[in-house]
């Protein structure tokens, strides 16, 4: 049993912790960072050590492209609207901002690869509650090449079948970046 004096040391442990979870973001994960994807070992890993949560299904409230780029990889397009575009199902997850600095770092934000940028998403438990979130997109200067190169068709889910034959990164060819990768895929027929 505690005593009087635990009482303010209690409260404040509780406010800390009250006010970690306002500093956290929600991500929306469409791709390989789910559950039963290749990346989503780091998504445990942030969840062990207190730096994410899964919050829950979702989907985006706009109908935005999904397309397979290189060896399978996905990326969410930051064209909303586009005919052949879908509302894109995946997670939510709330993340400290540690936990979204790696986040950014498997994303290759600094590098170019992906953009995190502000999304709408609706819950699927909860009534269909529509929260405000952020998702990794392809980065805008590639963003509509990948459009085209996918035929202007997207998924609207990036499923195990949709993944068949995804290539993890220390897989891949080593003697290129993969921006260099993004660009041969672009170039190339499909």
């Not at 989907?59 to 397979?68: G, Y």
């Not at 068709?153 to 993890?168: L, N, Q």
């Amino acid at each position: 049993m505690g005593t009087a004096s635990d009482a303010p040391a209690a409260a404040a442990a509780e406010e800390e912790e009250e006010e970690e979870l306002q500093q956290r973001t929600l991500v929306f994960t469409y791709g390989t960072l789910k559950r039963g994807f290749s990346n989503h070992p780091l998504l445990q890993d942030l969840a062990q050590r207190g730096d994410a949560s899964f919050v829950g299904a979702a989907v985006t409230a706009s109908r935005l492209p999904l397309v397979c780029g290189p060896y399978r990889v996905p990326f969410l397009l930051n064209l909303p609207g586009e005919e052949g575009a879908d509302r894109v199902a995946g997670e939510v997850y709330a993340v400290t901002p540690r936990g979204l600095a790696r986040l950014d770092e498997l994303e290759g934000v600094s590098r170019a690869h992906y953009e995190r940028l502000p999304i709408a998403v609706y819950l699927a438990e909860g009534g269909c509650a529509r929260v405000d979130a952020v998702a990794y997109y392809a980065h805008r200067d590639y963003a509509a090449e990948l459009w085209r190169r996918s035929g202007e068709k997207g998924y609207p889910e990036y499923s195990h079948a949709v993944a068949d034959g995804y290539i993890r990164r220390k897989d891949r060819p080593q003697g290129q970046t993969f921006l260099e990768q993004i660009r041969i895929f672009v170039s190339s027929r499909s």
